[in-house]
């Protein structure tokens, strides 16, 4: 069974750009969420979406959202990009909604913002 | 507020010893969650073990151990025979409330464990 799978894996962007992260969950997981790990705050929650619907949100500003489609997949966007966006982006997919316990992680996308 | 609290930054363990890593939380929510992740320097987060706050017994994977005390609010992690392998971040994590669409995760800072042979 494939993992899941992130694209790009490294990216470079400049500032005030905007920037869009793809996964593919393992298949037939429904729920997929995106989590920002940076040395300075560590990991931080970001969304999740089950069927489609963004289910959870964490503390985050508007710049970040994202999207599911009907086969699971999600895409994570960042508008207006700034240095602190610079980080290492982590998506997780799980069978169900309620209760992340059973998440697997894929090898995560490098964003660096100049 | 909830928290999650690892106070060992880093750690050194001598290769085949066992390794205790701490994890302490914090949370008013009665029905919550307990994770452990590695984190290898390649990036991908792995999940070693789960402890429900209503478990019973304390949950055990292979070489790892949750030693799981609910009135200190701790959740270490044992590994037993450290290997060469092992090296790598861990995180301590929690998930609250448990079956809730709702639930959100929070994970602690980390805690580098170093293997030497």
């Known amino acids: 069974k494939a993992g899941v799978t992130q694209t790009p894996r490294y990216l470079i962007k400049t500032r005030g750009q905007q920037v869009t992260l793809s996964c593919s969950p393992i298949s037939g997981h429904r729920s997929v969420s995106w989590y920002q790990q940076t040395p300075g705050q560590g990991l931080q929650f970001l969304f999740e979406y089950f069927s489609e619907t963004q289910r959870n949100k964490g503390n985050f500003p508007g710049r970040f959202s994202g999207r599911q489609f009907s086969n699971s997949r999600s895409e994570m966007n960042v508008s207006t990009l700034e240095l602190g966006d610079s980080a290492l982006y982590l998506c997780?997919?799980?069978?169900?909604?309620?209760?992340?316990?059973?998440?697997?992680f894929g090898p995560g996308t490098r964003l660096t913002v100049t | 507020a909830q928290k999650i609290t690892q106070t060992q930054p880093g750690m050194f363990v001598q290769e085949k010893e066992a390794v205790t890593l701490d994890c302490t939380y914090d949370t008013s929510d009665p029905s919550y969650g307990l994770f452990w992740y590695k984190q290898p320097s390649s990036g991908e987060m792995i999940f070693l073990i789960y402890q429900g706050s209503y478990d019973q017994q304390n949950a055990t994977e292979g070489r790892y151990s949750l030693n799981f005390q609910k009135a200190r609010k701790s959740a270490n992690l044992v590994i037993s025979a450290s290997q060469l392998g092992d090296s790598a971040m861990y995180f301590c994590a929690m998930t609250f409330p448990l079956y809730s669409s709702a639930s959100k995760i929070i994970f602690g800072s980390g805690t580098r464990l170093s293997i030497r042979p």
């Open positions: 997780a997919s799980s069978l169900e909604s309620a209760g992340p316990y059973e998440q697997y």
